[in-house]
Structure formats: C-alpha cells, structure tokens
C-alpha cells in the first residue's frame, strides 16, 4: 500500500517537473518570437504623443507600448533605395590578435533649427573647414549640396566626371558626384562621404542625407529640437575606427556592388548612344576610387580579412 502511494507520488512529481519545463519551453519561445519580430520591423517609425508631439525613431523598441496599436499607431517610413545602412547582426569569431578596440557607446545630440514646413537644419562642417546648413531629409539617398558649397570646397563642372540621374521636383536631373573627406555634425564625423552637386538648389546649402545619417542610429525629437545620432554597433563589440565588422563588410559590398552596376549600366547607354554613357563609367571608377580608399582605411586600422 505504501508502496503504491510512493510510485503515485513519484509520477505526480515527474509530471508537474515536465510541466513546469513546458511551460519554461513556452516562454521562451514567446520571448525568442517577440524578439524577432522586432529585429525584422526594420525602418523609421513614427509616433504622435499626447501632446501632439511627433516623434521620430529607427528602433521599434522605443516606441511606447500605447502607441502601438489602434488609433494611436506608429508610421513606418521604408528607408530609401540605393542607401548602404549598415544593421548590427551577432560578430563571427575573430581570432584575438586581430581584435580592434571595444566600443563604448557614445550617443551625440545635434541641435535642430525649425524652418517652415515642419523641415529643419542641421549645421555641420565639410572636409574640415567648409561650414553649411544643410536641410535634414531621412528621404535622401545622399548629402546633396548647392553649387555654391561646391565650388568653397573646389569642385567644379568639368564636363567629363561622375554623374548620376536623380529624381527632382523637376524632373530627372543628372548630378555630379564627389566624396567628402569628412562630414562632422557636432561631435559626430563621418568619412568617405558619397554627394551630389545640384544646380537647382537655391535657397539653401543642401540636403543632410542617408550618406551621412545611415552611418547612424538616430532619433529625431521635434518636440526638444533635437538630432540624435548613435553608432550602429553593440557596447562591447570589438570596432575598427568606431566600426564593427559588419559595418566594414556591409560597406564593401555596397561599394562592390555599386562598381558592378553602373558598369553595366555604362555599357547599355554606351550601345544606345547615350550622351551620359561616359559619364555612367566616370561614376563606376568613383565607386571603384572608393572602394581602394577604404581598403587602405581598413589595412591601417586593422580590420580583419573576413570583414573585407
């Protein structure tokens, strides 16, 4: 009789144990789904507050529970085509020799100057001594900039150099292209920056694009006036330059990829006799001038082979 009550006891106590790591197993796996999701709602999301603030953010995460859903919801706007932002994924093995320095993470707030429309500027610096008040916009491919900053930084209409078609409110419009040492918005710098000269613009120094702010988490506070602009990596994962490995590969395979592209692209308008066909190959060569300079970027720095 004991017997029997022992052996009852023992299989409750097995079957409430298998329970209890189901229910552990269900959670989990809740927790790994969530998580996912998240990482996979990649884009710039938008949100109005109580007080009608609108607040701008590239992490889901941050946007408040009630604003999720219902007639409260978010606005996801899809980053623009041809933009090489680079998305922090866990780090292969990297032997430890070949270790760069560990990233504190370091966030900068830029201040926004309002102009009609809802728009603002942001002040930054070219090349290290050309100051401009650019025009952010997170829907340009590039930083795009008014002749006039062109010519203080020496650039200048040659006829036979790189050039792209971009999309204006005026129609297609082919724009030369030339690649900043150094972009710096307060203490943030960026280097080897892709831009467009644009004749059409007037009134302003240009446009703060996605060259310059892909390089970046970034936050926009219309509320406190406020740019906010983070490194892409992980605290504690291993950088080159304040890089990860990720951002290095992303960016060869953009520049690669770019090189491979309007190549292609020269060859068709060259078969039709397209006045720009020498143009398209002039900007092939820029994509391939700046693939060599971060290679030589990445040799000084240290950055491992597989991140090449």
């Known amino acids: 009789m004991e017997s029997g009550l022992a052996k009852s006891m023992s299989a409750r106590s097995k079957l409430n144990r298998a329970g209890v790591g ?3 197993l269900t959670v989990v796996t809740l927790l790994l ?4 999701t998240l990482q996979s709602e990649a884009g710039i999301f938008s949100y109005k507050d109580d007080k009608g603030a609108i607040h701008f953010t590239d992490d889901m995460s941050k946007i408040p529970e009630e604003f999720r859903g219902g007639e409260k919801s978010f606005r996801k ?6 933009t090489h932002r680079a998305t922090p994924s866990p780090p292969p ?3 430890l020799e070949n270790l760069g320095s560990f990233s504190n993470i370091e966030e900068v707030q830029v201040p926004l100057i309002p102009v009609s429309g809802g728009n603002f500027l942001v002040d930054v610096l070219l090349n290290g001594r050309v100051k401009a008040r650019l025009m952010l916009d997170t829907g340009a491919s590039f930083v795009t ?4 900053i062109g010519q203080k930084l020496g650039v200048f209409n040659s006829g036979a150099h790189a050039e792209m078609p971009f ?6 419009e082919w724009m030369q ?3 900043l040492q150094t972009v710096g918005a307060g203490k943030a710098q960026s280097q080897l920056v892709e831009a467009s000269i644009a004749k059409h613009i007037k009134d302003i120094d240009g446009l703060l694009g996605m060259s310059f702010l892909g390089d970046y988490r970034f936050e926009i506070d219309r509320t406190s006036k406020l740019l906010t602009l983070k490194p892409p990596n992980k605290k504690g994962e291993p950088t080159w330059e304040g890089k990860s490995g990720n951002w290095w590969k992303s960016r060869f395979e953009y520049y690669d990829s770019s090189v491979r592209n309007f190549v292609s692209r020269a ?11 020498t143009n398209m190959l002039k900007t092939a060569e820029f994509y391939k001038d700046l693939r060599l300079k971060l290679e030589t970027r990445a040799m000084i720095s240290g950055v491992p082979e597989q991140f090449r």
């Open 22 to 24: 189901l229910a552990g």
């Open 267 to 277: 060859k068709q308008m060259q078969r039709r006799g397209h006045q720009k066909a």
């Open 167 to 172: 999309n204006t409110a005026g129609g297609e």
């Open 77 to 82: 706007y899809e980053e623009a085509r041809g």
């Open 93 to 95: 093995y990297i032997p």
């Open 177 to 179: 292209l030339v690649a």
């Open 33 to 36: 789904l969530c998580y996912f």
């Open 145 to 148: 900039l008014s002749e006039e």
